[in-house]
């Protein structure tokens, strides 16, 4: 069981005592504003949501976040290279989303033969857009109207990270 520990985080697979807490996560609309679904109406629909992560298995990288002992949101990869995450509005602007994301992408770079990782934003997304530049990730191309959410539809950014850019990075040198 894959396990990630950061200074003020724990990564860990998904568990079915994790319900209320990814529950209030995704029933919030304020998260899920960006989401590729509306805000779950239903335990059951988190529930479902839940199960289906869980059975990806424990050492899928897509994990639950925990900090201070709750769980607020998740953050990895329910399908390589794309990554995804999303994090309860309650702990936004603390930096925890860089520390999840950065700490998942590390993780998938040293366990997984993968060179290029990749990210599908709503170009409306600042803060996302933000973090990823921020990890490193550069644009790579634009698509209209590439999802629908609850029947508004949405477009999207698209966004790419090389494992030398990565390496680069942690040498403090910029990405190329």
Do not use: C
């Not at 805000?39 to 900090?67: C, K, N, S, Y």
């Not at 709503?122 to 590439?146: K, M």
């Amino acid at each position: 069981m894959t396990r990630i520990v950061t200074p003020r985080l724990i990564l860990r697979p998904a568990q079915p005592g994790d319900l209320e807490a990814m529950h209030a996560v995704l029933s919030d609309p304020r998260a899920m504003l960006w989401w590729s679904t509306p805000p779950h109406a239903t335990l059951e629909q988190t529930r479902e949501w839940l199960d289906a992560m869980i059975a990806t298995g424990p050492d899928h990288p897509d994990f639950v976040v925990e900090w201070d002992g709750r769980v607020i949101g998740k953050a990895g990869f329910y399908v390589l290279p794309d990554v995804g995450y999303i994090l309860h509005p309650d702990v936004w602007r603390q930096g925890l989303a860089r520390e999840a994301v950065g700490a998942v992408i590390d993780h998938v770079f040293s366990t997984r033969a993968v060179d290029t990782l990749t990210a599908d934003v709503d170009p409306e997304n600042t803060a996302s857009i933000r973090l990823l530049q921020r990890l490193g990730f550069v644009r790579t191309g634009f698509g209209a109207r590439t999802w629908n959410v609850g029947g508004v539809w949405k477009d999207s950014l698209y966004f790419a990270l090389s494992r030398a850019d990565r390496a680069m990075m942690a040498t403090g040198q910029p990405p190329a």
